[in-house]
């Protein structure tokens, strides 16, 4: 969670060494999960307007001082593109990869795509799929509504012919449910207790909603 108190492209040195500290004691408690990527917003969540011109090159110059942490762990780091109305930096997969650039270490080099934030940001969800290609690791799974697959409007057999494409069926790369359902504000989860019971029911229907239209999909041959 990168909030306001640990903003890597904040103008305060304390929030960016905040977030650099954050990062490197991310990495050692998923060291030992034996875990694959590390989600990384270049900004802070949850304040859209920027705060002046310099927010990327601060951001990209404090991620640059994580690139050996991340070398040693083996760890991805993961640029996450985020809808506007949430986040002041990067809400593409082609900003994405200008940040990834910008930062210019070699163990910097992944994408974690949310298909919500796609369907808002991108001009076709498909194309940004194989824009993003080798580096995207990992890709959330929510419907256009933020709640569960086949619950909006999402071309969900696009999203999975272009999965494919990029080679997400490979071991080491991952989609993942992220429905939000009635929670459509982050933050609300962030910040207060979850029902889980009524989270696990969104995920089961992602997961049943992707593995129906993943059958139809590979079934056209």
């Given at each position: 969670m990168f909030s306001t108190e640990n903003d890597l492209s904040s103008?305060?040195?304390y929030s960016r060494q905040n977030a650099i500290d954050y990062i490197r004691r991310e990495l050692e408690v998923l060291a030992e999960l034996s875990a694959v990527y590390l989600i990384i917003p270049p900004s802070a969540v949850g304040r859209p307007a920027a705060l002046d011109a310099s927010?990327?090159?601060?951001?990209?110059?404090?991620?640059?001082?994580?690139?050996?942490?991340?070398?040693?762990?083996?760890?991805?780091?993961?640029?996450?593109?985020?809808?506007s109305a949430e986040v002041s930096l990067v809400h593409?997969?082609?900003?994405?990869?200008?940040?990834?650039?910008?930062?210019?270490?070699?163990?910097?080099?992944?994408?974690?795509?949310d298909v919500y934030h796609m369907s808002l940001e991108e001009a076709h969800v498909g194309e940004a799929i194989l824009q993003?290609?080798?580096?995207?690791?990992?890709?959330?799974?929510?419907?256009?509504?933020?709640?569960?697959?086949?619950t909006g409007s999402l071309d969900l057999d696009t999203v999975i012919m272009a999965s494919y494409l990029v080679g997400m069926n490979r071991e080491g790369r991952f989609l993942t449910p992220e429905p939000l359902g009635p929670f459509p504000d982050p933050y609300v989860l962030a910040n207060g207790p979850c029902n889980e019971k009524?989270?696990?029911?969104?995920?089961a229907r992602t997961v049943e909603c992707f593995r129906a239209r993943e059958t139809f999909v590979r079934s056209l041959g």
């Open positions: 103008p305060s040195a927010e990327l090159a601060r951001s990209a110059q404090a991620l640059r001082i994580c690139g050996e942490d991340f070398a040693r762990s083996g760890i991805k780091a993961a640029i996450e593109p985020i809808r593409s997969v082609a900003d994405a990869l200008g940040y990834l650039e910008a930062v210019g270490h070699p163990a910097v080099n992944h994408i974690n795509g993003a290609g080798e580096r995207l690791v990992n890709l959330h799974l929510a419907d256009t509504n933020r709640d569960a697959l086949g009524v989270m696990n029911e969104l995920v």
